[in-house]
């Protein structure tokens, strides 16, 4: 039996269900309730196994005690890590002034993974994960999670694995909340969309997903607020690849574009297969969250996607496809004297109407146009709606790289936090 003892219950109302609103952010189940008739005592009878966890979801509830997150990340790489970096360097601020109490309690990698009992050390954690012999079990690394005494527990997937993604509709349902850059969660096969949806909806756990579009661009949200408001999509465009972005922006005709492909490559711009990022996959995806989110029910086969890879390279060996990426030079060296002889420039472009036409591929933009001035890795996305239809809205900023898309997951997890009732 938990108990909500107090003189000021008495008359004010919105305690109870502060009371039950905070048992039930945090999976609690009420099995009986029971109210004193003076109004000072609210009672609930819960399983044993959950009081801490109750204790502390109410205490949190009531602003008592700081809102303790239990944070489980795969991936710890590149994003994943810097990503680390930026909670340890903000995590005891957030806990003394904003009441957000966040503790990485699972770790995981490829081949092995580490649970811990205790808070893990933000700063230190490189080294018992290394030496960690458990091997990957993501089942138990949920339910790690999931039976913490911690109130509220989110996985925050930085990988870009189909499977894992392929969990994540698993992970909402079992009461766990997902922050992720993985875009083949959302941009699956739509049955898998759909059911990320529905079991988001049906647990009450929250999918955050800001930074599978634009890196730490507020892109996904600004679509989501301009739908809400009762505004109207008429088209939305943009380049949305900071790879295709940095090569493009830089491209010049003199050098060889394959060997701007390897040294992109060489500084990891790209992918470790260039054709993930050349073929417009990468780029469909994108375009496909965002016709999801407009409220389209559209599959990866409906994007018309012009790869800039030739059709004999596409499925070979990747130590095959770079001993040939010279084949590329010709046909982009030829696209690029035609756009500067019509005072263009080349840009890698997504497109999307209201009729849910959508299409990636490479064009001629004026170089008066917002496309042409963007400069490295910028992403630009233009939203053409019934408000703003003679002047579009346009978002643009860095759309690659591990910091700014670390600050997104981050600014994901803060976001996550407030919905389940920290102090804004």
Not at 149 to 166: F, Q, S
Not at 187 to 193: E, H, K, P, S, T
Request: aromatic share 6%; with cysteine; charged share 20%.
């Amino acid at each position: 039996i938990v108990a909500a003892i107090g003189d000021a219950m008495a008359g004010h109302p919105g305690v109870a269900a502060r009371l039950f609103g905070a048992l039930a952010n945090a999976s609690v189940n009420v099995r009986a309730i029971a109210q004193d008739p003076s109004e000072r005592n609210i009672s609930v009878v819960i399983d044993a196994a959950e009081t801490r966890r109750a204790v502390r979801a109410i205490h949190a509830g009531f602003y008592l005690s700081p809102q303790t997150l239990a944070i489980g990340l795969i991936g710890p790489g590149t994003v994943g890590s810097v990503l680390l970096e930026q909670l340890a360097e903000q995590v005891e601020s957030l806990r003394s002034g904003a009441g957000i109490d966040l503790r990485l309690m699972a770790l995981s990698r490829s081949s092995t993974m580490l649970l811990s009992e205790s808070a893990i050390a933000l700063d230190h954690w490189r080294e018992p994960l290394e030496s960690s012999a458990q091997p990957v079990d993501l089942q138990q690394f949920a339910d790690h999670l999931r039976h913490s005494h911690l109130p509220h527990a989110v996985i925050i997937d930085c990988t870009a694995d189909d499977a894992m993604a392929a969990r994540h509709a698993d992970w909402l349902a079992q009461g766990l909340h997902v922050v992720t850059p993985n875009k083949k969660g959302n941009a699956g096969d739509l049955a898998r969309y759909q059911a990320i949806i529905e079991a988001s909806q049906s647990s009450g756990s929250h999918y955050l997903y800001e930074t599978t579009v634009g890196a730490g661009l507020p892109v996904i949200s600004t679509l989501r607020d301009l739908r809400q408001t009762g505004d109207r999509i008429r088209s939305i465009c943009g380049v949305l690849s900071g790879t295709l972005s940095y090569l493009f922006n830089r491209y010049d005709g003199r050098t060889l574009f394959s060997e701007m492909v390897l040294e992109a490559r060489a500084s990891r711009y790209t992918e470790p297969d260039p054709r993930d990022d050349l073929s417009g996959m990468d780029v469909a995806r994108k375009l496909l969250i965002l016709a999801r989110e407009a409220g389209m029910s559209l599959a990866i086969e409906d994007v018309n996607i012009h790869s800039l890879v030739p059709e004999p390279l596409r499925d070979c060996a990747s130590d095959a496809f770079l001993q040939a990426l010279t084949q590329l030079d010709e046909p982009i060296y030829k696209r690029y004297k035609q756009a500067r002889q019509q005072g263009c420039v080349l840009r890698y472009v997504a497109r999307l109407d209201a009729q849910g036409l959508a299409s990636v591929g490479l064009e001629e933009v004026s170089d008066q146009h917002a496309f042409a001035h963007i400069q490295l890795t910028d992403n630009v996305i233009e939203f053409v709606t019934d408000r703003y239809a003679d002047n579009p809205m346009i978002i643009r900023g860095p759309g690659a790289g591990p910091a700014v898309t670390a600050a997104g997951l981050f600014a994901d997890l803060l976001r996550l936090a407030s919905m389940i009732g920290a102090p804004r």
